[in-house]
């Protein structure tokens, strides 16, 4: 994960982890299997802890903002798992573009909700959620690759405001984003 | 005999034949299993024509993915320009580049496997990203409150929209990508015009011909020249409402030794081949100087341009850190700055299109180098928060500095790619009215914009 998807070789993967190659082939086919493996945990958890934050509070705006909160806060916590699951997976690639949309799908219903409480809900594009997601990724890629995972969580107004604003408009999407979420640490 | 399309390949340039047997070969057998010997099998050529134009498979890569990125900015830029209303320009926008890829399949498989290079070609590909999202983010002129917005808005927006056209060419689908411009324009639109603007994107049919909607023998005529065709009045009404006219400044960039010769001939020489094209022998001949002196300062074309860009950023730096401490008064001083620094780049339209446009495609190093200079101007405007009052401050946002700047040299990119670079000085009362206003308020900013030098 420090060299990139390209560069490393399931070698590099056995010597980290202290195992023997064949160990390696018992649990995984080949190293693309391995990232989605990596990547399929971290996504996994990122949503317990979204979902977790999330139903602390009541309306779907809110459960928004806290989630994201949490979601930022993981991201900054984990910036290992979250280069190999974002920045690699949008330079990876063919083999990788699964393992990008799988992460992208997985938080698409969470925002779906939200056509419940828009007055223009089911007129809203098909593809408004994946845009949503994959612009928060985005986001998150750039920062990543600059190295500044430490402002990650500093972005959480902007990306709510980003994320409600098709559905709620942009003036309550500004004013929710002014809210500060329950922090992310009690959980 | 030869068939017919062996004859149109033995008909076209070299380099060109090259780079399209690259294309056609990455796209079958990905990057990893094309090989130059494929590449010249495929081409009808030998090894020493390879040499003549690349280093290598990866230089050949390279090379043609940055200019196929130079190519699509051009015509996106073109597509822009065709229309006169901001949602119009960005559909032209949309329409122009999925035109491209759906009915070049090799191509668009191409812009994929190119990543599988490396860091360099993924810094190239970001670059393009970045022109996108400042068309994007043009659309918070349209708004009563141009501030309103978050400038990530525009960078999720055209991230995104680079993940699902992504993910369509990778499973072979770029023939359903049209389908997706309503979608992509409508997500667009909402955040600067509103969601009922948004929803009636829609409603609306994929149309690349409707780019050409005004003028098209004069937008087209324009294609050769191998430079957009922008006119001043060509731009968001922000930057055309400013008066024309430049300052002649005399070449400051004055070559006294061999060393300095070589950077300002690097420069020359970029700027006329782009900073892949060009060779040491173009650097040389620039220069004036034997290659043998070339090598005796530089071991590579990328260590000369790693001089050439600390060089050109140091005095910029100079020149900007003079400006900004002629006075106390912070918002002149501010003034001053960005006065001091459109004036060099404004004088040295070489070196400015290779510290502000090539340094984005001239590898990671290089980036990396990029990134700190630019985060270097941040802290001038940080001084602007001391003695403001709690309601001000309240308002601005942790990163609202870094937003200024990236805001700045968005629109100072744009207009040297746009091949403008000797007319940056008429940003002056625009990026000073637009970089003060968070700290002063837009009456008190546009009174300090409008003062006369």
């Known amino acids: ?187 | 005999m030869l068939d017919l399309e062996t004859r149109e390949r033995a008909a076209s340039p070299e380099r060109e034949r090259i780079v399209e047997a690259l294309i056609e070969i990455a796209a079958e057998r990905g990057y990893a299993e094309t090989t130059v010997e494929l590449i010249l099998e495929r081409a009808g050529l030998d090894r020493p024509a390879f040499d003549r134009h690349f280093r290598g498979k990866y230089d050949c890569f390279l090379s043609a993915w940055q200019e196929m990125n130079e190519g699509c900015m051009r015509e996106m830029l073109e597509a822009y320009n065709s229309q006169d209303e901001w949602p119009d320009r960005l559909r032209a926008v949309a329409c122009e580049i999925v035109e491209r890829l759906s009915n070049d399949a090799d191509r668009a498989t191409f812009a994929v496997e190119v990543l599988a290079a490396g860091d360099a070609a993924r810094a190239r590909r970001d670059m393009t990203m970045r022109v996108i999202a400042s068309l994007i983010d043009a659309g918070r002129n349209e708004m009563d409150d141009p501030e309103s917005v978050p400038h990530t808005t525009a960078e999720a927006l055209a991230g995104s929209a680079y993940g699902q056209v992504y993910a369509k060419v990778v499973r072979g689908q770029a023939d359903e990508l049209p389908n997706l411009v309503p979608q992509l324009m409508s997500a667009a639109v909402m955040p600067y015009l509103g969601i009922d603007a948004g929803l009636a994107e829609l409603s609306r049919d994929f149309d690349p011909s409707a780019r050409y909607g005004r003028d098209v023998a004069k937008k087209s005529s324009s294609r050769k020249s191998g430079e957009p065709n922008v006119a001043a009045d060509d731009y968001p009404p922000e930057l055309a409402r400013l008066p024309p006219g430049r300052h002649g400044l005399p070449r400051e960039f004055v070559v006294h030794n061999q060393r300095e010769r070589l950077i300002a001939g690097l420069a020359e020489a970029i700027a006329e081949n782009g900073y892949s094209g060009t060779t040491i022998a173009h650097i040389t001949r620039h220069a004036a100087v034997s290659r043998r002196t070339f090598y005796e300062h530089f071991s590579s074309k990328d260590e000369c341009f790693v001089a050439a860009y600390d060089t050109v950023m140091e005095q910029l730096q100079e020149r900007v850190s003079a400006g900004f401490e002629s006075t106390d008064d912070w918002p002149h001083a501010v003034r001053a700055g960005i006065s001091a620094m459109l004036e060099f780049l404004a004088a040295e339209p070489h070196l400015a299109r290779l510290c502000m446009v090539e340094a984005l495609v001239a590898g990671p190093v290089v980036v990396e180098r990029y990134d700190a200079a630019i985060q270097s101007f941040v802290p001038y405007f940080q001084t602007g928060r001391e003695g403001r009052p709690p309601e001000v401050l309240a308002r601005l946002s942790p990163t609202t500095e870094e937003a200024l700047v990236g805001g700045m040299v968005s629109l100072i990119s744009r207009r040297i790619i746009a091949g403008k670079a000797e007319d940056l000085e008429e940003l002056l009362p625009d990026l000073v009215e637009f970089t003060l206003t968070p700290y002063l308020g837009s009456e008190e900013a546009s009174k300090v914009a409008a003062e006369k030098d």
Request: charged residues 25%.
């Open chain 1, 1 to 187: 994960m420090e060299k990139g998807y390209r560069a490393v070789t399931v070698a590099d993967i056995v010597r980290r982890a202290g195992i023997a190659r064949n160990t390696f082939y018992e649990n995984f086919s080949s190293k693309e299997d391995c990232f989605l493996a990596a990547s399929e945990f971290a996504v996994k958890e990122a949503l317990r802890r979204v979902v977790d934050a999330a139903s602390k509070v009541d309306s779907w705006p809110a459960r928004v903002n806290a989630g994201l909160s949490a979601f930022l806060h993981y991201v900054s916590s984990e910036p290992a798992l979250a280069r190999t699951c974002i920045v690699e997976a949008l330079s990876a690639g063919p083999a990788a573009v699964d393992r990008y949309e799988r992460s992208i799908q997985a938080f698409v219903p969470l925002f779906r909700m939200g056509r419940k409480v828009s007055s223009k809900g089911e007129e809203l594009p098909t593809t408004l959620e994946e845009t949503i997601v994959g612009g928060i990724f985005w986001i998150l890629y750039q920062r990543i690759i600059m190295g500044q995972t430490e402002q990650i969580e500093e972005l959480l107004p902007e990306l709510v405001e980003f994320a409600l604003t098709p559905y709620l408009g942009a003036e309550s999407a500004k004013r929710i984003a002014a809210e500060a979420p329950p922090t992310p640490t009690a959980s």
